[in-house]
């Protein structure tokens, strides 16, 4: 690994645990109030985003920023990271232990790299996807433990779809539920970022999110196809390159992640309510 990854993969580590050492001190016992948009914010929030832009922009001066509480127009720079500093707000300010600091690097507008710390679990995912853009960097997906333990590389799943696999929804696509019959059994995680990591490590065979922002999606973005996911938009229009200039702050990206590229064609049709 060059000592430029190296350096990327260090800070996206030492950033997301001090700012979830500080986080786990108060979820559960923070005011949340309520945006423009019907979504949640808290002072943890709006904390850990100045924290993680201060340390991204110290760390990586020529890199620009783009983040979910502050800077929403996409900038006309090579590099530039994405940040959700809390994934999940609703469970971070009702106390439920499951929640995430979400870290992307775009190259050229679309994501290489991706980093997301989940503190209440004590686990982090990160992975390296070069795509098409023809960067000399490492390959691959990996979980590891905050508190350490070592990384170990993560893949998808290539079970089947039946009664005792997973499929992931969020709160705005219930409507899949409708369906007479679905083969998988059905959960919901209330954070973006992890509904879809779960299918990256194996667990889930597919999720589904109906209005992910782009910063709900830069870094896992990177992480599941470098596990071997296959990401299906659900509008016609490609996620990626994103534009240089245009405000990404209230742009949905309704998404399908499955374990395997077959299984595309089981799951897209029963969530067409959401298309």
Not at 48 to 74: C, K, N, Q, W
Not at 100 to 119: E, K
Not at 134 to 140: F, H, Q, R
Not at 204 to 227: F, M, N, R, Y
Request: glycine share 10%; aromatic share 10%; charged share 15%.
């Amino acid at each position: 690994m060059t000592d430029f990854w190296q350096n990327v993969l260090e800070v996206a580590q030492t950033t997301t645990h001090t700012a979830g050492q500080k986080l786990l001190q108060h979820y559960g016992q923070v005011q949340a109030v309520e945006k423009a948009d019907g979504s949640l914010v808290t002072p943890g929030d709006k904390w850990a985003d100045d924290y993680l832009r201060g340390a991204i922009a110290e760390a990586f001066p020529m890199h620009g920023v783009l983040s979910e509480e502050t800077e929403h127009v996409f900038p006309d720079q090579e590099w530039c990271w994405i940040i959700d500093p809390v994934d999940g707000t609703t469970n971070f300010a009702r106390g439920l232990p499951l929640w995430g600091i979400s870290l992307g690097l775009l190259y050229r507008a679309t994501p290489v790299f991706g980093y997301v710390a989940i503190p209440p679990l004590q686990q982090a995912f990160y992975g390296y996807w070069p795509g098409e853009s023809g960067l000399d960097c490492p390959t691959g997906a990996y979980q590891s433990n905050i508190a350490g333990g070592g990384d170990r590389p993560i893949q998808t799943s290539a079970a089947p779809p039946n009664p005792n696999q997973f499929f992931n929804l969020c709160a705005r696509s219930t409507c899949v539920m409708q369906q007479d019959s679905f083969p998988c059994k059905i959960r919901m995680l209330g954070v973006a970022t992890y509904n879809l990591l779960t299918v990256a490590a194996g667990i889930s065979l597919g999720g589904v999110e109906a209005t992910p922002k782009i910063w709900d999606i830069a870094a896992v973005w990177a992480i599941t196809q470098a596990a071997g996911a296959t990401w299906t938009p659900l509008e016609p229009d490609p996620i990626f390159p994103l534009q240089p200039g245009k405000n990404y702050g209230k742009r949905a990206y309704p998404t399908l992640v499955t374990s395997q590229a077959d299984l595309v064609d089981v799951f897209k049709p029963l969530v067409s309510c959401l298309s």
